[in-house]
């Protein structure tokens, strides 16, 4: 005989069985409810776009641009890596800003990126991701923080906030060419990629997770120093708001985050609960992109995303492992006839809004209060061939196993009436 091989997900790619699944729902939960309360509408995007969106966005110089996305290249389409570039897409196409001068926007779903798997980072992530298109003040940077701080905090997770700004098209390239000069001079104290990066991407070398490079831009020129009149206006008003709000945070002058995109504020929330320390959340200002992209001109925009990977792994390691919700009842038939009556009061329970199981299988007793503890079941409905005669059953409260006659009627409906009200004043 033929032996057939199980067939397994792809590396990276893994399933969030039932059991995870009402942490995923109560990070989605919180979030929504933040959202409502701070105005932001939902988006849903496709998960593929054109290759050139991504090149054009995140920059082809990028890690991810270079090696780490999922493009179908006969098609010259991608597995979106990241959210922000197709929801300004999104925001282009459909002409949003006539709608509305300022778009608060979120979105959630899956993302794809080729990288080595580890944990709380699959190569199909899932992020939480929130946009504000319009808005070029300070004190929206200084709201976006506080509405991450507010999730992250509600979601019982203690972060840090570390913020800096990346300046301008006007600062940038003057700070580049100071930090370029300071690499070349140490060009060989650094990592393979890091010489590549000093011409490619310079910005990069100063977040080298490689300990040699991490010491040698201890030194480097600070880009906080370098920035321009305007920038430095922006950041110390941003600065100033997350002060009035309440919001704690550090200056991290080596954040320079992985996209080209970035201008002025980019900020990160970390954890130190992970084992090392991660990055749950991470954003940033990205005013010239919407132009690039061919939107309307000066038009500013700035969001973050949160990984759902490692928000569920925080969550998971807290010792309040979110349980499924209670089953409300658990109808045990025992005997053919009992199954019979006791279906469709099952079905009008539902339909009544009660949650409530059955299964057909005529087991045992026994077997059946195994059942009902499965699904957590707050009370039993037991039927047998004696209680259909008596039209008599048994109530059990499966906590404190007290039992109480309950008459039974027909149709079937009112007996799921009766239960249900019953059901509701226990
Ligand atoms: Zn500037
Ligand atoms: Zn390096």
Redesign the pocket.
């Known amino acids: 005989m033929e032996v057939c091989l199980k067939i397994k997900a792809i590396n990276g790619f893994k399933d969030i069985l039932p059991e995870e699944v009402a942490t995923w729902q109560k990070i989605e939960t919180t979030a929504r409810d933040i959202f409502r309360r701070f105005g932001l509408q939902e988006i849903r995007l496709p998960i593929l776009e054109k290759t050139e969106l991504f090149a054009r966005s995140i920059g082809e110089a990028t890690d991810i641009v270079e090696k780490e996305m999922y493009t179908f290249v006969d098609k010259g389409i991608t597995l979106r890596p990241e959210a922000t570039a197709s929801l300004l897409r999104a925001y282009i196409e459909n002409g949003l800003h006539v709608k509305q001068p300022v778009q608060r926007l979120f979105t959630i779903g899956p993302m794809f990126r080729h990288e080595r798997p580890q944990k709380g980072r699959q190569r199909q992530f899932h992020q939480i991701d929130i946009e504000v298109i319009g808005a070029l003040e300070p004190e929206i940077d200084a709201e976006l923080m506080a509405l991450g701080q507010m999730l992250l905090n509600e979601l019982g997770l203690t972060v840090s906030l570390e913020v800096n700004s990346l300046?301008?098209?006007?600062?940038?390239p003057d700070f580049r060419t100071k930090l370029v000069a300071y690499l070349q001079e140490r060009t060989e104290s650094l990592c393979e990629d890091c010489k590549r990066r000093t011409t490619t991407n310079p910005l990069r070398v100063l977040d080298c997770k490689k300990r040699n490079c991490q010491q040698l831009v201890q030194d480097a020129p600070s880009i906080l120093d370098s920035?321009?009149?305007?920038?430095?206006l922006?950041f110390t008003a941003v600065q100033k708001q997350l002060d009035s709000l309440g919001v704690d945070y550090s200056l991290n002058k080596f954040m320079v985050r992985g996209l080209d995109y970035y201008?002025?504020t980019t900020f990160e929330f970390l954890t130190e609960d992970l084992g090392s320390q991660a990055a749950v959340a991470a954003g940033g200002r990205y005013d010239g992109l919407i132009e690039q992209l061919g939107g309307p001109k000066n038009m500013p925009g700035i969001g973050f995303a949160m990984g759902m990977e490692r928000l569920a792994l925080l969550l998971q390691q807290q010792d309040n492992i979110i349980q499924p919700q209670r089953s409300d009842v658990y109808v045990a038939a025992l005997g053919k006839q009992a199954l019979e009556f006791c279906a469709p009061i099952v079905h009008q329970l539902r339909k009544q809004g009660v949650r409530a199981a059955m299964d057909y299988s005529n087991r045992s007793l026994k077997a059946q209060m195994k059942q009902a503890g499965r699904v957590n079941a707050r009370f039993a409905l037991i039927i047998g061939d004696q209680e259909l005669e008596d039209q008599q059953g048994v109530v059990r409260n499966m906590d404190d196993k007290k039992q109480i006659q309950f008459p039974l009627h027909e149709p079937a409906e009112e007996t799921a009436a009766q239960l249900s009200t019953l059901l509701r004043l226990e």
């Open positions: 300046g301008c098209p006007k600062c940038r920035l321009c009149a305007d920038c430095n922006h201008t002025r």
